[in-house]
């Protein structure tokens, strides 16, 4: 498996890092960690060049890409240069084939091409703000705008500002569960009848999972209600059968991609697969031309084809989040979820100090501010075997504690 490029591999102390015992002023709100919180993980730019050496703020699979995909890359560049000149016609054609054969052999004529799940998340965003559905799914009655469209929060931030018109259902508790988040989907499914809820399925950034199993019974209790699961991160955590792909209700949109479960976010390749024949074809007027590029539709066909490498992987990166756990429980005892994912999330009511402290040690971890429908904490993504590992002890022994035993 590929250790990402430029991984240290011995312990960095940073200038201005505290002395061990000492508790350090305030993170300003000018310092870089204050405004990579208000970004997207691996957005490194306010930090100065070499600040950080493990970056731990990425949501993706940090084994990829795969390497056998360069050679597919190469193939193309090098030996039919020709297929660039042309507009990508059909190129889609092979990619949603691979697609419907990674969620399981659904029929891919039920799969959207598009420049991954953000598109969708936008077009998605724009068609639910008009007049919405009521009555059954597809047909359009007026409906309040924003009265229609329910987000199970937290969630992304891209989808919570894309949907910022919508119903925010947060969690009451200070640390949510599944049992929470189930509970509020059903409400929101009641509330929203005739309308949409959106929810992210593992949830981002705690990695809450709901089961297939209840998601498609609250699905068919309210079947005027359209469930739009973005499953991104699904492919970290098990294969096909965790999908709702393939169910036979009209009323379920799934969101995919290839880009998190093989490590390569900046091929822009995802797919929205839903039986609703007039919602897919709403979707469809509003993307572009072309929706693929063909080196997107390239990398990412070639990829999906390769489901022993996402196995093996997938496999290297549960142990590997197994030991963060404990790692992190060590210091931060019950405020760390438990969750079958690629990263962590730790509940603490200021993240900053604990982000700025770890930055001090050259690690990047994402850290999420509270206010509105946001959760508060850091959510740190599994290291990469011991090497790495040993680098976040490292700078979590020098955690003041305070930081650790009031977070």
Known sequence: MHKPTGTPITPKRRAGQPAE????SRTPVSSPVYETAHRQGGDLRSYSAGQISLDLSVCHNRYGPPRHILKSVHELLVKHPEDLAPPPYGCEVPYLEAFAAHLGGVDPDHLLPGRGVTEFLTVLARVLSSPLHGGSVGSELPCPR????????????????????????????????????LHRLRQAMTRHTGGAVILSNPCNPTGIFLTREDLLQVADEHPSTLLVVDEEYLGLRGGPELSLAGTDLDNVVVLQSAGKSYGMVGVRAGVLWTRNDQLRQRVASQLIRWPLSLLDAHVATAALYDKAWLAVTRAAIHDDAARLETLLASVFGSRVVDAQLHYRFVHLPDPLPVAEHLSNCGIAVRAFIPGGARVSGIRVTAPNGPQELALLTDALTTLPSIWASTA
Not at 21 to 24: D, E, F, K, S, Y
Not at 151 to 170: C, G, K, N, Q, R
Request: aromatic content about 10%; cysteine-free; overall charge negative.
């Open 21 to 24: 015992g000492t508790l350090p």
């Open 146 to 181: 924003g009265r229609g469209v329910g987000v199970i929060a937290p969630d992304y931030t891209e989808t919570m500002s894309l949907f910022h018109y919508a119903d925010f259902h947060s969690p009451t508790n200070p640390q949510d569960s599944a049992e929470q988040r």
